[in-house]
């Protein structure tokens, strides 16, 4: 009479049918409530009056009218708990709360959902534990999230895809407005401080605004830093301690000597 059902595990999303919470009991329920349980064991008065709620009970509850139980799940009518198949919801499946847009869809695909909530004696309320739906609607969901996933996925690789060609023009261009200024500068130099300049995110002048729109002052820039730090001992001497500003002083002739080669067509800076 008091065998035990077991109820399945779920993770976050998985799904169980109800059927198997109940087992084996005959006969009709008179009271309904067995001789173990205390009557007042679940409070009477649902979270939203009127409204079809499922409770999640642990305390060894039988069905009123099929004396099923002990049931995980039932319904209250007129006070006495049913198991979900004498209150005609044995055909749902639980879907425990946490996927907010899977649930959600879940309750649009389904014809009938019902809310599972359990009492929490601690803090004197109801809270809610998930939904039981159709097992075909959740199906639907599942199919729609999927589907919003992998439309997601796709748009990410589509808007990367883009951002490299943009990326790859925009490097060329600053490149081309290099040589347009710089026609002595070596074509692979051109393309390397155009590069550097262009990295995304790197806050370099060719991302500035200044960059975008290809202004000779940007270009100037990136050519200017490209030539301190590789043709000139800026950085040795900036390792060295020299300040700042007196080791660019110190480097300023070559620099201008190195632009003033590049600004030629053919020469070379050695
Ligand atoms: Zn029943």
Redesign the pocket.
């Known amino acids: 009479m008091q065998r035990r059902a077991r109820v399945p595990c779920a993770g976050p999303r998985a799904a169980y049918g109800l059927r198997g919470a109940g087992v084996g009991g005959t006969g009709v329920g008179g009271r309904g409530v067995t001789g173990n349980v205390p009557p007042m064991a679940l409070p009477a008065t649902p979270p939203s009056p009127g409204r079809l709620v499922v409770f999640q009970s642990r305390k060894g509850k039988r069905?009123a009218?099929?004396r099923?139980g002990p049931l995980s799940l039932l319904v209250l009518e007129d006070g006495a708990p049913?198991?979900l198949?004498?209150a005609d919801l044995g055909h749902l499946v639980f879907l425990p709360r946490g996927d907010t847009a899977l649930t959600r869809r879940s309750r649009e695909e389904s014809t009938l959902s019902v809310v599972v909530v359990r009492f929490n004696r601690r803090k004197s309320r109801y809270e809610r534990q998930g939904v039981l739906v159709e097992e075909a609607a959740l199906a639907r969901a599942e199919e729609r999230c999927l589907a919003d996933a992998e439309a997601r996925r796709r748009r990410r690789a589509r808007d990367a895809r883009r951002r490299t060609a943009e990326d790859e023009r925009f490097t060329a261009a600053f490149a081309a407005g290099i040589l347009r200024l710089f026609p002595g500068c070596p074509a692979e130099r051109a393309a390397a401080i155009a590069a550097h300049a262009s990295v995304r995110g790197s806050g370099r002048v060719g991302r500035s605004a200044a960059g975008r729109a290809l202004s000779d002052d940007a270009v100037i820039s990136a050519v200017v830093a490209a030539v301190r730090h590789v043709d000139t001992p800026y950085d040795q001497l900036l390792m060295a301690g020299v300040p700042r500003h007196e080791a660019r002083r110190r480097i300023a002739p070559a620099v201008r000597g190195a632009l003033r080669a590049w600004r030629e067509p053919g020469e070379d800076v050695g």
Do not use: G, H, V, Y
Request: overall charge positive; glycine content about 0%.
């Open positions: 069905c009218a099929c099923r049913r198991c198949a004498c």
